[in-house]
């Protein structure tokens, strides 16, 4: 057995060992009961505190009133362009860039359907085309034959005689 451990079983000094073993164990038995209270706790103190990862409270309320500040100044800027206590501001603007792309929606709509008449009536004019077409196909033959018939015969065509108006 070691020397150190001879020394604390010695009778005078047993009572301290043990007086000592027995707060450890206390200590150790609520901390073990109150295990989820002490994690809080922690918890608590470092978000107070701080560490390398976190800032704690002090610094992170500094940087939020920075951040704060900031946004109060672009508020006022936006405030500025929007209330209708001028000329320039984003809101009239905001009406004709509408108003015109309004204008250009109709016209285009407009545009589309005149678009789709010329489409439809393009479509119709070359389905008649088509028709026309299949007809002279189906007469052609009929007026080679009547050609190859009469073509070679004499022609005997007399001019019609106009006569003067009379009073």
């Keep these: ?19 000592i073993f027995f707060v450890l164990y ?3 038995k609520t ?3 109150n295990w989820k209270f ?4 922690v918890r608590l103190v ?18 939020q009133s920075k951040k704060l500040d900031k946004q109060a100044e672009v508020l006022e800027r936006v ?11 984003f809101r ?12 250009l929606t109709s016209e285009f709509k407009a545009h589309v359907a005149i678009s789709k008449a010329k489409d439809k009536e393009g479509d119709e004019n070359a389905y008649r085309v088509a028709v026309l077409a299949d007809k002279v196909n189906k007469i052609q033959p009929i007026v080679e034959k009547l050609g ?18 009379t009073e």
Excluded: Y
Excluded at 46 to 63: C, W
Excluded at 92 to 103: F, H, R, S, T
């Design 1 to 19: 057995m070691p020397q150190w451990l001879v020394d604390l079983m010695e009778p005078e000094r047993l009572v301290t060992v043990a007086l």
């Design 38 to 41: 002490v994690s809080n706790f």
């Design 26 to 28: 206390l200590f150790g």
């Design 148 to 165: 190859a018939t009469w073509g070679d015969k004499p022609r005997n065509i007399q001019s019609p005689r106009v006569h003067p108006p």
């Design 92 to 103: 009239d603007d905001n009406d004709k860039l509408q108003a015109a792309v309004e204008d």
């Design 46 to 63: 470092n978000t107070l505190v701080g560490d390398d990862k976190n800032p704690g409270i002090g610094v992170r309320m500094e940087q």
């Design 31 to 33: 901390v073990g009961k």
């Design 79 to 89: 405030r500025a362009q929007v209330e209708n206590d001028h000329d320039t501001n």
